[in-house]
């Protein structure tokens, strides 16, 4: 018995003793030239000047509280999600609990004008609330792994809607771009004491529920046996989780991965005994999150490194690690594999001198002369239409816009015939700007048809890998360390980007192969580092670059035109018929490994020449618009829908990416009046719905 109790009672032990010494070590490291002597008299009651007073009391004891209290309430928060949801990946930050707490704090600040840490805390009750209950409904549905994904698509939902809100919201925008930081530099200890009781509560619930979450575990009917409610038991660790989330982010911002750093320790020490691992979590919490921001005060200084930064440096690896685990992989399987790969249709190998080749009975046979093809009816109609809907949305932007021109002018315009201004806004303002879009749309389109097809995976798009920030990223280094007037005339270096994100996401999961999942996860980790990183370099420039950096990260077309788009359509030009002439061998990658060989495809070297083609391909659109979201998903999903999804569309995908793109930037240019919302908001918004109904339309769990 002690034998079994001795490691964690050691784990507790270096844990506490690691949170006494980094206690110490928050009040005696900062800003001021004050010894470590006069903190320390001053701490034991000593009388101290002015100066000494504010640093000590005013500054770092506020923040020392406050990463005690965020941490634990976040590691706290994300054992409950993973426990009752019974998945090691839950945690809030990833299922979008954060998102929609920021969300609530930005429509507080926006419409109500909310500047205390009281008010802050009502506004992300509210956005956590909802957030954890479209959680919890969905957790019961979905694996581990297709969890997480739905968490991503509700974040970029709620991340999208709170873009929009800062964009038409310059003064919000400047200090939201601070906050999201996840930084506790600066918090007043009033904030603190305002949200102390919703964690003091949040915390008393969490350990009422132990005890059921323990019977959980097991199962319902179990826990229903031995006398458990599941439906109370759930609905009261919602209340838990929106409690102790909403005041974290209330305090400190939305700082993730926090959670499933607390989690995995807990459970990894102390396995099913589910109170300890309450306690457990919450002292890691504090430990890793005091930690952070200890080190976050020395690492650069006389500035100071983000938090959230720091800690998704830590989390991102440990997420890589989860996913990899036994428990996570044994029934994840390639998630959305496509049908045709799941065995919807059969291959029969003809014998090597059978000529009895049946003719697919969706074509009919081409002669010309000596020279015939099998035409594809469906793939062919199915291209005319997208193409048609391409031209539709070209149309509808060139028509749309809150100038006073009506739809004949706008066409006469686009002819030449008209006042100097309509000619202009139409010819030198509008259809350069659809041309890029279009061009941005096409390459995102086919990058994720290829990446689709490559890992046997609806959600392995350049969004879910990584790739997509690497380019931004790239992008907006080079932007900054040179004196260009705008980001997008690096665009050059956005396929350099994406290309040193997918090396490093296929090296640390090991390649794509049958384990599309990890794939997917390693690029989570890989995106959410990324987008860190970026909105660390939001803070730490002026306002006004700020304001254009943010813009373009989240995917604009303003401002574009011939000059980033004619260099990208030729390259387009070069790497679609590429793409059509690996077709074949690609269409064979979407069975297994076997049937490739045996149809004489040698996946080893096909599949990393289509990756750098869906890497590159992601990087050009990337350097016209930026990472517009949720396209590279959609485009293939919809094409496959109207071709069929026995034959690869590589025609169709592009043209649905090129119609959404300009559609999305049309519908932000004229959904609100004196502001445009960027494209990539506006797909945002949309697609996390699309990327939940692809998860929910799938019928494995």
Known sequence: MFTQLR?????????????????????LTGAGRIGTGQVVD???????????????????????????????????????LQAVTRNPLAETGLLGVNSGAALGVVLGIVYAGAQTGGAYLAWALGGALLTTGVVLLIGARFSPLKLVLAGAALSATLTGITSALLVADPVTFDRYRFWVLGSLAGIPMDRVLAVSPAILAGLVMAAFAARPLAALSL???????????????????????????????????????????????ARTVLGNRVGSRIVLSGLAGATVLLGADVLARVVMRPYEAPVSLLVAVIGGPVLIAVARSRSVS????????????????????????????????????????????????????????????????????????????TAGQALDALRGIGTGGQVMLVQEIRLPRIVAGLVAGAALGLSGCLT?????????????????????????????????????????????????????????SGGIG?????????????????GAVTQAVLAWNGLSAATAIHSWSVGSLAGRGYPVALPVAAGLAVLLPAALAVSRRLAVLRFSEDIGTVLGTSPRVTRPAVLALAVVLAGLAIGIGGPVAFV???????????????????????LVGAALVVAADTIGRVVTSGAEVPAGVVTSILGGPFLLWTLLSDRRP
């Not at 390639?334 to 059969?346: H, I, Q, V, W």
């Not at 015939?372 to 539709?392: E, I, N």
């Not at 490559?454 to 879910?464: C, E, G, K, S, V």
């Not at 384990?515 to 995106?527: D, S």
């Open 7 to 27: 490691r964690p009672l050691l784990v507790f032990g270096l844990n506490v003793a690691g949170l006494a010494v980094l206690l110490a070590a928050s009040m």
């Open 42 to 80: 001053y701490l034991l009651g000593a009388a101290g000047d002015a100066h000494l007073e504010m640093v000590v009391t005013t500054i770092r004891l506020p923040r020392t509280l406050a990463a005690l209290a965020v941490g634990a309430a976040l590691g706290v928060s994300g054992m409950l």
């Open 219 to 265: 199962g319902d009917d179990v826990a229903v046996a031995l006398g458990h409610r599941p439906g109370r038991t759930r609905a009261a660790v919602t209340v838990a989780v929106t409690l102790l989330s909403a005041a974290a982010v209330a305090v400190a911002g939305p700082i993730g991965f926090l959670g499933l750093l607390a989690g995995y320790l």
């Open 330 to 405: 044994a029934g994840a399987g390639d998630l959305l594999a496509d049908k045709a790969a799941r065995g919807g249709r059969r291959i029969r190998v003809l014998p090597a001198g059978d000529r009895l080749r049946p003719r697919p009975s969706d074509t009919f046979p081409v002669r010309l002369g000596a020279c015939s093809a099998l035409v594809p009816v469906r793939s062919c109609l199915a291209a005319v239409a997208l193409a048609l809907l391409a031209c539709a949305a070209v149309l509808a932007a060139i028509l749309a816009g809150q100038s006073a021109m």
């Open 452 to 508: 689709q097809a490559l890992a046997r995976n609806r959600l392995a798009t350049p969004d879910m890998l990584g790739v997509n920030q690497g380019a931004v990223i790239a992008i907006m280094i080079s932007g900054l360390l040179s004196s260009a007037a705008t980001l997008f005339e690096h665009w050059w270096t956005g396929p350099l980007g994406a290309l040193v994100a997918a090396v490093a996401v296929f090296a640390i």
């Open 514 to 530: 049958t384990q599309g999942y990890r794939f997917i996860v390693t690029g989570l980790a890989v995106t959410t580092l990324g």
């Open 632 to 654: 590279a998903l959609a485009a293939p999903v919809l094409a496959a829908r109207l071709s069929g999804s026995v034959r690869l569309p590589l025609v169709g995908a592009p």
